[in-house]
C-alpha cells in the first residue's frame, strides 16, 4: 500500500484553506465550481506551491507545512493533469520507462515495467511509437502508466479525462479503477460520471472550503450546497 493522505492546505493568495484525508488505497473525488481552489489543493500537495499553514502528511511522513517544504521530486506523489505532458524525444516505452526508474528499477527492470503497463493499459503494440504518433487518448494513457510505473505514493488526477473522446476518457477510468485499493488516489473532476464510477468519496470544495465530505451517493441524495444540489441533479 502507498500510504494515506492527510492534509490541510492553507494558500492565502488563492483563498484555499481546506482539509482533506484520503484512506490508505482510496479513491476520492474533488468538484466544484471554477475558481473553487481544486486545482491549488493538488498543486500544494504535489509541493508546486507552497503553504503558507498547514500541513501535508502522505503515509505517516511530513511533506510540507509553514516551515518545510519538501520538493516535489521527492515527495513520490504523481500528477496529472489534461496535457500528457509526455517527452517528445522518448517512444511510449521510454516514456513508462523513465518512470519505472524514478522508483529504482534499474534499466533492464524499466523496460520489462513499460511492456508490462503498455499491456495493462491496451497499448502493446505501440511501445516505439513518439507521442506526436500517438492520439490524444493513448497518450493520456501513457501518461498514466509513468506516473503508475513510479510506483507513487499518492496519484493526484486533475481533470485528465476533460478532453478525451467518450470511449478514451473510458479507457483511461479502467485503468484508474483497476488501481483501487493499492494506489491512495484524489481525483479531481468536472463530472460526477468519473466520482460515481472511481470514487467512494465526494468532496465538494467551494471558496477554497471544503462544504461537504461524504459518500458519493449521500452527497448526490443529501447535497449540501446549490453547486452540490445542480451535480445530483445532472446525475439523475
Given at each position: 500500500?502507498s500510504?494515506?493522505?492527510?492534509?490541510?492546505?492553507?494558500?492565502?493568495?488563492?483563498?484555499?484553506?481546506a482539509?482533506?484525508?484520503?484512506?490508505?488505497?482510496?479513491?476520492?473525488?474533488?468538484?466544484?465550481?471554477?475558481?473553487a481552489?481544486?486545482?491549488?489543493?493538488?498543486e500544494?500537495?504535489?509541493?508546486?506551491v507552497?503553504?503558507d499553514?498547514?500541513?501535508?502528511?502522505?503515509?505517516?511522513?511530513?511533506?510540507?507545512?509553514?516551515?518545510?517544504?519538501?520538493?516535489?521530486?521527492r515527495?513520490?506523489?504523481?500528477?496529472?493533469?489534461?496535457d500528457?505532458?509526455?517527452?517528445?524525444?522518448?517512444?511510449a516505452?521510454e516514456?513508462?520507462?523513465?518512470?519505472?526508474?524514478?522508483?529504482?528499477?534499474d534499466r533492464?527492470?524499466?523496460r520489462?515495467?513499460?511492456?508490462?503497463?503498455?499491456?495493462?493499459?491496451?497499448?502493446?503494440g505501440?511501445?516505439?511509437?513518439?507521442?506526436?504518433?500517438?492520439?490524444?487518448?493513448?497518450?493520456?494513457?501513457?501518461?498514466?502508466a509513468?506516473?503508475?510505473?513510479?510506483?507513487?505514493?499518492l496519484?493526484?488526477?486533475?481533470?485528465?479525462?476533460?478532453?478525451?473522446d467518450v470511449?478514451?476518457?473510458?479507457?483511461?477510468?479502467?485503468?484508474?479503477?483497476?488501481?483501487?485499493?493499492s494506489?491512495?488516489?484524489?481525483?479531481?473532476?468536472?463530472?460526477?460520471?468519473d466520482?460515481?464510477?472511481?470514487?467512494g468519496?465526494?468532496?465538494?470544495?467551494?471558496?477554497g472550503?471544503?462544504?461537504?465530505?461524504?459518500?458519493?451517493?449521500?452527497?448526490?441524495?443529501s447535497?449540501?450546497?446549490?453547486?452540490?444540489?445542480?451535480?445530483?441533479?445532472?446525475?439523475?
Amino acid at each position: 500500500m502507498s500510504g494515506g493522505l492527510d492534509a490541510h492546505v492553507v494558500v492565502r493568495h488563492a483563498g484555499v484553506d481546506a482539509a482533506l484525508r484520503v484512506a490508505d488505497g482510496e479513491v476520492v473525488a474533488v468538484m466544484g465550481p471554477s475558481g473553487a481552489g481544486k486545482t491549488t489543493l493538488l498543486e500544494a500537495i504535489a509541493g508546486l506551491v507552497r503553504l503558507d499553514d498547514g500541513h501535508v502528511d502522505v503515509g505517516g511522513t511530513r511533506l510540507a507545512d509553514a516551515r518545510r517544504h519538501i520538493p516535489p521530486s521527492r515527495r513520490s506523489i504523481g500528477l496529472l493533469g489534461q496535457d500528457a505532458l509526455l517527452f517528445p524525444h522518448m517512444t511510449a516505452a521510454e516514456n513508462i520507462a523513465f518512470g519505472a526508474r524514478n522508483s529504482g528499477q534499474d534499466r533492464a527492470e524499466s523496460r520489462r515495467s513499460a511492456a508490462m503497463w503498455l499491456d495493462r493499459i491496451g497499448l502493446p503494440g505501440l511501445d516505439a511509437r513518439r507521442p506526436d504518433e500517438l492520439s490524444g487518448g493513448q497518450r493520456q494513457r501513457i501518461a498514466l502508466a509513468r506516473a503508475l510505473a513510479a510506483a507513487p505514493r499518492l496519484l493526484l488526477l486533475d481533470e485528465p479525462f476533460t478532453s478525451l473522446d467518450v470511449e478514451a476518457a473510458a479507457q483511461l477510468r479502467e485503468v484508474v479503477r483497476d488501481q483501487r485499493g493499492s494506489t491512495t488516489t484524489v481525483l479531481v473532476s468536472h463530472g460526477i460520471l468519473d466520482a460515481q464510477a472511481l470514487a467512494g468519496r465526494l468532496v465538494i470544495l467551494q471558496s477554497g472550503r471544503v462544504v461537504q465530505d461524504a459518500a458519493v451517493a449521500d452527497v448526490l441524495t443529501s447535497p449540501a450546497t446549490p453547486f452540490a444540489a445542480a451535480v445530483a441533479d445532472s446525475a439523475r
